[in-house]
């Protein structure tokens, strides 16, 4: 995924699996993940990438878990600076 709008904001990083990634100040952990990484997770039944669905925190499809333990939506949570996740069938998986 391509960023087409905002590229002058200021970069953060973070990290998935232990892997560092940039995103920008002001988006989401979704925007973030989906930036870098192209998907979120897998299905669980077919085992196809999967996006996030609602994009509005509803459905409860885009939850990711922290390095620190809790877990978070990624579609409505805003990326901060030095962020960790855990993201099975990610980079470092």
């Not at 560092?20 to 990438?49: I, M, N, W, Y």
């Not at 390095?67 to 030095?82: I, K, M, Q, Y």
């Amino acid at each position: 995924m391509r960023r087409a709008v905002d590229q002058d904001r200021p970069s953060i990083s973070f990290f998935i699996n232990g892997q560092r990634f940039t995103g920008k100040l002001g988006d989401t952990v979704l925007t973030a993940v989906l930036t870098q990484a192209g998907h979120l997770r897998t299905s669980e039944f077919e085992h196809q990438p999967r996006a996030g669905f609602c994009l509005m925190g509803a459905c409860q499809d885009c939850w990711v878990v922290t390095e620190a333990g809790p877990a978070v939506r990624a579609c409505s949570t805003l990326l901060e600076d030095g962020m960790a996740f855990v993201i099975e069938g990610l980079p470092g998986t």
